[in-house]
């Protein structure tokens, strides 16, 4: 009886005690892509809640986010009603849920197809926000590594 109760909380958790908009990341990643659980990890850290899903591959879940070819790492995210591409730390996705900017995501100006890009460092990027037009703008404070 008591592992019943258990097993329908656990089940129930998020319904019960759902997570602030503001703090809940969802991220989804290809099997290959190693770099996103430092990402997570950093986010985590931060306090923010981080959903991990692995996909066989981005390119529904991209074209759902309107995400543009430029800017496809091995895994994207969504916060708030934005796309997320790359290492965006806390920080930024703190400044996008307090400005919420007329734009359908952020993404880093790291060259997203280059395998160097995956390092340690997440705070060492430009960012971009892409409006809901598709243009891309340089956005954000760059935090302090």
Not at 45 to 56: A, H, K, Q, S
Not at 66 to 72: C, E, H, I, K, V
Not at 101 to 113: C, F, K, R
Not at 126 to 144: A, E, F, I
Request: charge should be positive; charged fraction near 15%.
């Amino acid at each position: 009886m008591a592992a019943a109760i258990v097993a329908a909380v656990v089940m129930t958790w998020d319904q019960i005690f759902p997570t602030p908009p503001e703090k809940l990341v969802t991220v989804y990643r290809v099997h290959r892509c190693g770099c996103v659980t430092q990402w997570v990890r950093a986010l985590k850290d931060e306090g923010f809640t981080v959903r991990l899903f692995e996909l066989n591959n981005l390119h529904t879940m991209r074209k759902t986010l309107r995400t543009p070819a430029n800017m496809q790492g091995c895994h994207v995210a969504t916060y708030l009603s934005y796309f997320v591409e790359g290492h965006v730390p806390a920080s930024m996705l703190r400044q996008l849920a307090s400005e919420r900017p007329s734009a359908t995501g952020v993404a880093t100006q790291a060259d997203l197809s280059n395998r160097a890009y995956r390092v340690n460092v997440i705070t060492a990027y430009n960012y971009l926000l892409v409006g809901k037009d598709g243009v891309q703008r340089p956005w954000g404070n760059t935090p302090t590594p």
